[in-house]
């Protein structure tokens, strides 16, 4: 992986030409990554799994700036499709939403211009990223949420446990453009903001805004599609066994579903044919393994993953990454 960019810190000062630095810094500033597997590690404690569903070579960009108090701002963004697997941390909760014009799937629910989704303490996610999709997260650490001032929101409470998204345009448009501001004023005024317990207000600000909307009744709860339930069970049993090749008659067997259901339901829900993914499951397995064990034949991590034959396995990772198998081997890395 020796292309990958160091992480480093994020520019002080004003942006030049006078571009939003919330843009800049997802365009140009932030550090770029051509591995999702990097990426992933870029928040170690939330235990993400990425997979590739797209072809081609990956390019993501991750920015994650300190707002003080245990407030953490974090913007992301990838070039190609992905599946997402997040669990929470017992000690932190989110609060995610869309930045750009491409859709993110939060358990089969869009996001798009005016929903957000709260991921609470220990909470499990699946996410479907579109290519070119930005997204926002807030990540705030328990304590502060309980200790700040304000009013604690249903929505919020931790005891509830799980995650849900939450149908409010208004809120959503006053977060994706105070993050922008925040990014603005970080970036301006450095530490210094920081040192001021910005975090607190962020997340005193959140508090008394996300109360008022549930007073109000403009903060419902958008449930899950039912096709949905049929994609979670097809995608859990293919990802419990990514090296088994798909046999779509069998996984209808196993899920209770037909299918044409199945196919219908992956069309919407990850933007691809259960084959497709199947694939992308392998490779991404295989991708793994030959980032990590420098002792395995690439031919045997092939047939691990389920390839018997090494020259198809090679022209399926090299579409699917814009590389061949050997550029992953650990001895490649400078």
């Known amino acids: 992986m020796g292309r990958d960019r160091p992480e480093r810190e994020l520019p002080r000062g004003r942006v030049p030409g006078g571009r939003s630095p919330l843009r800049s810094v997802l365009a140009n500033d932030a550090p770029v990554y051509d591995d999702y597997g990097v990426q992933a590690r870029y ?66 629910v869009p996001l798009g211009p005016g929903r957000f989704v709260v991921g609470l303490p ?55 453009t105070r993050t922008a501001a925040l990014w603005q004023a970080v970036v301006i005024g450095g530490e210094r903001l920081v040192q001021g317990n910005l975090g607190n207000h962020v997340v005193a600000t959140i508090k008394s805004e996300i109360a008022l909307q549930e007073q109000i009744g403009h903060l419902p709860r958008v449930d899950r599609p039912g096709s949905y339930r049929t994609y979670g069970r097809a995608i859990r049993e293919m990802a419990a066994d990514p090296a088994e090749k798909l046999d779509l008659p069998a996984l209808a067997r196993k899920t209770g579903r037909s299918a044409r259901s199945i196919q219908a339901a992956f069309a919407r829900h990850a933007g691809s044919t259960p084959s497709r993914c199947a694939n992308a499951l392998r490779l991404a397995r295989a991708r793994s393994l030959l980032s990590t064990d420098d002792r395995a034949l690439i031919g045997e991590v092939a047939a691990g993953c389920g390839f018997f034959d090494q020259s198809h396995f090679n022209r399926l990772y090299r579409a699917q990454f814009g590389e061949v198998p050997s550029n992953r081997r650990p001895k490649n890395e400078h």
């Open 43 to 108: 928040l170690t404690e939330y235990a993400q799994t990425y997979v590739q569903t797209s072809c081609g070579p990956f390019r993501g960009r991750a920015a994650s700036m300190d707002l003080g108090g245990g407030v953490r701002l974090h913007c992301e963004t990838a070039n190609r499709g992905l599946l997402q697997w997040i669990r929470y941390p017992a000690n932190r909760i989110g609060i995610g939403f869309d930045l750009g014009r491409n859709e993110t799937q939060v358990d089969g």
């Open 122 to 176: 220990e909470c499990r996610v699946h996410m479907h990223c579109p290519s070119g999709s930005v997204r926002a997260v807030i990540l705030i650490d328990l304590a502060t949420l309980e200790a700040t001032a304000g009013p604690m929101p249903r929505t919020l409470r931790p005891d509830l446990r799980g995650s849900s998204v939450r149908d409010a345009p208004r809120l959503v448009a006053a977060l994706r």
